[in-house]
């Protein structure tokens, strides 16, 4: 006993000292430090930005389309067929009368290649023999090496890898837009299920204390007896309220974990014990998720995006049009031959032209070119029409809310006073429990509003977010 009272104050001291608040503090998250988080760990970003990188080299090949290809082929072959060997012999510029013998010329001693593949300079038992096979049709199976160093430079391409290279232009830029859409988005998701882990606590603590007050009201006052049935009556009507705040409890503590799974997913090393900072909604919004300004156009960037993937698909239209134009390059190559004979060197250089005369599956994919970028451009106007439309009636909602949560609030006030008002006239005997109960009953459907107007007011917030240029300092 005298051990563990000398603990007591050691223990009393270690939870008031500084160091337990500041544990419990490391919990507490300002929004700004979880998006900070987020921008490295979301998936969706991650991802996203890999295809960035991803497509910015694809843009940087296709821009090097002009420069020269280097090419190199290098074999090593045995064979008996007589073109590739008669070829391999030339190539060594060691070619003898004897390898054009055919057995017209039998009598010569050099119409037979002896096992070095060298003809004979003497006779030979092939000589005498009228069945021997002759050296140009007949070479053996020889070994030979070939090696080949090219250099082919573009001069006229129609105008296909130019497209191609505009093509892969405007494909990075609307990734470039996809990306800042998406980051928009998960910051207006983030922002969102952050302040909505708040609002359920606030509202859940709401519901939890009209529960208490009701509970502590049947329990003061006895009116669950039949034989009284105005008091009965207000019974009932009391404990109906208290099974509605007992869903509503529930229903703020679903959207509470809903909203921490959210940011647990977007930022994977958040502390599982992560609290929010205490913030109210209006002052939230106003510093997180401001309002588009007058000079917005009322587009996002995926509208750009659209718009990017839309000149691409134009530019596709002039890349389909160069497979029928003629392709002009300079070219040059040098050969290296090896035999047993001897080692020797050539080249081959000059221009060449290529085009396509015929090409069956080629047809109509310049009109279907043209279908595809009328249909992007299409899309692309549809979107920014869809956006405007959007942002009008966002900005209109956006409006009309904020001012129904400015009554709502002060109806919250004026009914919590009220509620005080008729306990205060119950317990003097001037109402009846039924009219209580109307008291209670009113402040319910107006945490109910409440709760559903800052819900929806919180979602608009985040949607207008996404359009606004001007935007937040931690989200761009």
């Keep these: 006993m005298k051990s563990f009272s000398g603990i007591l104050p050691i223990l009393f001291a270690f939870f008031a000292s500084p160091f337990w608040g500041e544990v419990y503090a490391d919990s507490v998250l300002e929004f700004s430090e979880v998006w900070t988080k987020i921008q490295t760990q979301a998936p969706n970003l ?4 890999l295809e960035v990188q991803a497509t910015e080299i694809s843009k940087d090949r296709a821009k090097k389309h002009w420069l020269p290809k ?8 045995q064979t008996n ?5 008669f070829m391999g012999k030339l190539g060594q510029r060691s070619a003898t009368q004897s390898d054009f013998s055919t057995a017209s010329v039998r009598s010569q001693p050099s119409n037979f290649l002896d096992t070095n593949n060298q003809p004979y300079t003497g006779l030979n038992s092939n000589t005498a023999n009228i069945f021997a096979k002759d050296t140009l049709n007949n070479p053996g199976s020889q070994t030979y090496a070939r090696g080949t160093l090219g250099i082919e430079l573009p001069l006229y391409e129609g105008g296909g890898k130019s497209s191609a290279s505009l093509i892969q232009e405007k494909r990075l830029n609307a990734v470039h837009a996809e990306e800042k859409y998406i980051r928009f988005r998960e910051y207006s998701n983030a922002a969102v299920a952050y302040q909505s882990i708040l609002l359920a606590e606030e509202n859940g603590k709401i519901a939890e204390n009209l529960h208490r007050k009701i509970s502590d009201f049947l329990n003061q006052y006895q009116l669950g007896n039949r034989s009284n049935l105005v008091g009965f009556s207000g019974s009932l009507a009391l404990k109906s309220l208290q099974l509605i705040l007992d869903v509503s409890k529930k229903e703020q503590e679903t959207v509470r974990q809903s909203a921490d799974e959210t940011l647990h997913f977007l930022a994977v090393d958040l502390p599982e014990d992560f609290k929010p900072k205490k913030n109210t909604l209006l002052k939230f919004v106003e510093e997180y998720l401001p309002l588009p300004g007058e000079q917005e156009s009322g587009h996002t960037p995926l509208s750009d995006a659209y718009s990017a993937y839309a000149d691409g698909a134009k530019e596709s239209v002039n890349s ?18 090896d035999g047993n004979r001897n080692f020797a060197n050539s080249y081959n250089a000059g221009i060449y032209l290529q085009m396509n005369l015929l090409s069956p599956t080629d047809i109509g994919a310049l009109d279907e070119a043209k279908v595809k970028a009328e249909g992007a451009k299409k899309k692309s106007e549809e979107i920014k029409l869809r956006e405007e439309s959007n942002f009008r009636i966002l900005l ?4 009309t809310l904020s001012e129904n949560l400015k009554s709502i609030y002060e109806s919250v006030r004026i009914q919590e006073e009220q509620l005080q008002v008729s306990q ?5 005997g001037t109402i009846q429990a039924p009219q209580l109960a109307e008291s209670f009953s009113a402040m319910v459907q107006l945490l109910k509003m409440k709760t559903a107007s800052e819900s929806e007011y919180l979602r608009i917030r985040g949607e207008l977010s996404i359009y606004s240029k001007r935007g937040n300092s931690n989200e761009r």
């Design 46 to 49: 991650k991802s996203k930005a």
């Design 70 to 77: 280097i090419y190199a082929d290098v074999r090593s072959y």
């Design 81 to 85: 067929d007589p073109a590739l060997n």
């Design 320 to 337: 389909e049009k160069s497979k029928f134009l003629p392709k002009v390059a300079a070219y040059a190559e040098t050969y290296a031959y």
């Design 396 to 399: 209109q909602q956006e409006k």
């Design 424 to 428: 205060k006239l119950f317990r003097n």
